[in-house]
């Protein structure tokens, strides 16, 4: 069943001339993990905030289309049981933090929600120890590294037990270290718990080998939506200025002299290839 | 020419940001500073602008020692862009905030245009000039941040972390950019985790870990590397990590290099 369902989605924010996403239609199954990338400005961002309601409700502007999350029509429902199914993580950190402690950052959610006493402490103990930071629990987010304040975000986030996790270049201010072990974290999350995962990431190199699915914008239109094989060695995709990784490159590469026929997403495959053929 | 004559520099006592750090940046060099968090990046590229003085040892830019000048006299020859733009951003309108340095600099106003307009076009901000500076998307207020120090023209230029939230296609035309400011005589000094922006377009990198210089030298040379890579927290480039994978004897940045070696073992295994 699809989780999330938009249909001919097309937006331009309060005064802007030209529309921002035009006429998208995608389906997001449950328990997908969706990569999404695309040249800066072609409407990512902008399209995570449809998702959770946050668009048009505290945007304004002109929408036209359905986005539906779990059964639910952003326009009809309120953004706060939106936000319930959806959480979204944004590129910066220091934006969205701003409570004393990281155990009551990640518990603010839950309050709002009045959920019993008891069950806010268990939630709150589970999401830390999920994303690995349950010793953080008694710092201040303003002391922490930027990739520690990012996964606060995201416990707070988990703690609201959403079905869908969407991630708007959660890495993008981050160390190449620290960007991996988020990544990490959200590949072992999908794993375990199952939650929808759509990640906005120019990293392609990093992410494509875990994502099931691959979708590209460009000025406001999905153009290529596939698995991360299919979109990655497009012929479109090489137009697109979106960092093919390297590995993709050498493979083609490999294909155009010598009909190499593999089509790897990471140095690792790759290299097993080229070992593997050895034999 | 920038000289770090055994420079030390802690925050709290006992606990070196920068620990006798002696090297050397040439006129018109293109350089990457390497490093993991903490390692001092940051603290040694604030005493090239003079934001921090040396506590021992010196800093000379050009032929002016930092403790004998001031961060406002360094600063028309220093240009340094922070890693996130709102913290540099302040102006009413893209315009205002590529002039404002140069108005403050006492330039004739047709300069100021003349340069304002070379910045709006370069970085492709033109469509938003008249508009503020928040309204701008992420990557847009980094390129933003930049243009308003490249276009008041000083020597030396350091960036802080300039590819972050940039797509391949702006990625690629800042190091055009880089490259051809660089060929005009000016010092530009880049300080990134970004291991492929490095590898694939600046030519030298100093790698710093806790406070020192762990190495120095040619890109290529350094980033192949494993032991000099994992001290300072850093990933290997992808053709790097695919050479290491492969077992190459020269593992190498270079596309060629790399695809041709993994065509010669796929041909071997033919045979």
Same mark, same amino acid.
């Given at each position: 069943?699809?989780?999330?369902?938009?249909?001919?989605?097309?937006?331009?924010?309060?005064?802007?001339?030209?529309?921002?996403?035009?006429?998208?239609?995608?389906?997001?199954?449950?328990?997908?993990?969706?990569?999404?990338?695309?040249?800066?400005?072609?409407?990512?961002?902008?399209?995570?905030?449809?998702?959770?309601?946050?668009?048009?409700?505290?945007?304004?502007? *002109?929408?036209?289309?359905?986005?539906?999350?779990? +059964? %639910?029509?952003?326009?009809?429902? =309120?953004?706060? /049981? &939106?936000?319930? !199914?959806?959480?979204?993580?944004?590129?910066?950190?220091?934006?969205?933090?701003?409570? *004393?402690?990281?155990?009551?950052?990640?518990?603010? +959610? %839950?309050?709002?929600?009045?959920? =019993?006493?008891? /069950? &806010?402490?268990? !939630?709150?103990?589970?999401?830390?120890?999920?994303?690995?930071?349950?010793?953080?629990?008694?710092?201040?987010?303003?002391?922490?590294?930027? +990739?520690?304040?990012?996964?606060?975000?995201?416990?707070?986030?988990?703690?609201?037990?959403?079905?869908?996790?969407?991630?708007?270049?959660?890495?993008?201010?981050?160390?190449?270290?620290?960007?991996?072990?988020?990544?990490?974290?959200?590949?072992?999350?999908?794993?375990?718990?199952?939650?929808?995962?759509?990640?906005?990431?120019?990293?392609?190199?990093?992410?494509a080998p875990?994502?099931?699915?691959?979708?590209?914008?460009?000025?406001?239109?999905?153009?290529?939506?596939?698995?991360p094989q299919?979109?990655l060695y497009?012929?479109?995709?090489?137009?697109?200025?979106?960092?093919?990784p390297q590995v993709v490159q050498v493979a083609k590469s490999l294909s155009a002299r010598c009909g190499f026929e593999g089509r790897p997403l990471s140095s690792k495959a790759l290299a097993e290839m080229i070992l593997g053929a050895k034999g | 020419?920038?000289?770090?004559?055994?420079?030390?520099?802690?925050?709290?006592?006992?606990?070196?940001?920068?620990?006798?750090?002696?090297?050397?940046?040439?006129?018109?060099?293109?350089?990457?500073?390497?490093?993991?968090?903490?390692?001092?990046?940051?603290?040694?590229?604030?005493?090239?602008?003079?934001?921090?003085?040396?506590?021992?040892?010196?800093?000379?830019?050009?032929?002016?020692?930092?403790?004998?000048?001031?961060?406002?006299?360094?600063?028309?020859?220093?240009?340094?862009?922070?890693?996130?733009?709102?913290?540099?951003?302040?102006?009413?309108?893209?315009?205002?905030?590529?002039?404002?340095?140069?108005?403050?600099?006492?330039?004739?106003?047709?300069?100021?245009?003349?340069?304002?307009?070379?910045?709006?076009?370069?970085?492709?901000?033109?469509?938003?000039?008249?508009?503020?500076?928040?309204?701008?998307?992420?990557?847009?207020?980094?390129?933003?941040?930049?243009?308003?120090?490249?276009?008041?023209?000083?020597?030396?230029?350091?960036?802080?972390?300039?590819?972050?939230?940039?797509?391949?296609?702006?990625?690629?035309?800042?190091?055009?950019?880089?490259?051809?400011?660089?060929?005009?005589?000016?010092?530009?000094?880049?300080?990134?985790?970004?291991?492929?922006?490095?590898?694939?377009?600046?030519?030298?990198?100093?790698?710093?870990?806790?406070?020192?210089?762990?190495?120095?030298?040619?890109?290529?040379?350094?980033?192949?590397?494993?032991?000099?890579?994992?001290?300072?927290?850093?990933?290997?480039?992808q053709l790097?990590d695919l050479s290491w994978k492969l077992s190459l004897s020269?593992p190498?940045?270079?596309?060629?290099?790399v695809t041709s070696e993994a065509l010669r073992m796929l041909e071997e295994s033919r045979r």
């Amino acid at each position: 069943m699809a989780i999330i369902e938009v249909k001919g989605l097309s937006y331009s924010y309060p005064e802007s001339a030209v529309p921002t996403l035009i006429n998208v239609d995608l389906k997001v199954e449950q328990c997908e993990f969706v990569l999404m990338s695309g040249p800066s400005g072609c409407g990512k961002t902008t399209f995570c905030r449809c998702l959770n309601g946050l668009i048009p409700a505290s945007y304004g502007g *002109t929408f036209d289309g359905t986005v539906t999350v779990d +059964g %639910l029509s952003t326009t009809e429902h =309120p953004v706060y /049981e &939106i936000s319930q !199914r959806v959480g979204l993580v944004f590129q910066n950190p220091e934006n969205e933090l701003f409570c *004393t402690s990281v155990e009551r950052e990640v518990a603010f +959610g %839950l309050e709002n929600l009045a959920l =019993p006493r008891q /069950e &806010i402490r268990s !939630r709150v103990e589970e999401a830390l120890s999920l994303v690995g930071i349950s010793q953080l629990k008694e710092k201040s987010p303003e002391e922490l590294s930027g +990739g520690e304040q990012q996964k606060v975000a995201i416990a707070a986030l988990l703690a609201m037990k959403p079905k869908v996790l969407v991630l708007d270049e959660p890495t993008a201010n981050l160390d190449p270290m620290s960007a991996n072990s988020i990544l990490k974290i959200l590949v072992r999350l999908h794993r375990e718990s199952g939650v929808t995962i759509v990640l906005v990431e120019h990293r392609l190199e990093m992410s494509a080998p875990y994502a099931d699915r691959c979708v590209i914008f460009e000025e406001g239109r999905v153009v290529l939506n596939g698995s991360p094989q299919e979109v990655l060695y497009s012929e479109k995709a090489n137009s697109l200025g979106i960092g093919i990784p390297q590995v993709v490159q050498v493979a083609k590469s490999l294909s155009a002299r010598c009909g190499f026929e593999g089509r790897p997403l990471s140095s690792k495959a790759l290299a097993e290839m080229i070992l593997g053929a050895k034999g | 020419m920038i000289t770090f004559k055994d420079v030390s520099y802690s925050y709290t006592p006992g606990a070196y940001a920068l620990q006798n750090i002696s090297l050397i940046i040439g006129d018109g060099e293109l350089v990457a500073v390497l490093g993991e968090n903490g390692a001092g990046k940051t603290t040694l590229v604030k005493h090239i602008n003079g934001l921090l003085k040396p506590q021992s040892g010196s800093v000379i830019v050009g032929d002016t020692d930092t403790k004998k000048s001031t961060v406002a006299n360094l600063a028309r020859r220093v240009g340094l862009v922070f890693q996130n733009p709102d913290h540099q951003l302040f102006a009413e309108t893209v315009e205002k905030e590529l002039s404002f340095a140069m108005v403050n600099f006492g330039m004739p106003p047709e300069e100021v245009t003349k340069r304002v307009n070379w910045a709006l076009e370069e970085f492709e901000l033109a469509k938003y000039k008249e508009k503020p500076p928040f309204l701008l998307s992420g990557g847009e207020r980094k390129r933003l941040a930049l243009a308003s120090v490249l276009s008041y023209d000083p020597q030396t230029i350091i960036l802080d972390e300039p590819t972050t939230g940039q797509d391949d296609r702006q990625k690629t035309r800042m190091a055009n950019l880089f490259k051809q400011l660089n060929s005009d005589g000016k010092t530009i000094i880049v300080v990134t985790h970004d291991m492929e922006f490095v590898a694939n377009f600046i030519p030298r990198v100093i790698l710093i870990s806790k406070g020192k210089v762990l190495a120095e030298g040619p890109t290529e040379e350094i980033l192949t590397q494993k032991e000099y890579l994992e001290r300072a927290s850093l990933l290997p480039p992808q053709l790097v990590d695919l050479s290491w994978k492969l077992s190459l004897s020269k593992p190498s940045i270079s596309f060629e290099k790399v695809t041709s070696e993994a065509l010669r073992m796929l041909e071997e295994s033919r045979r």
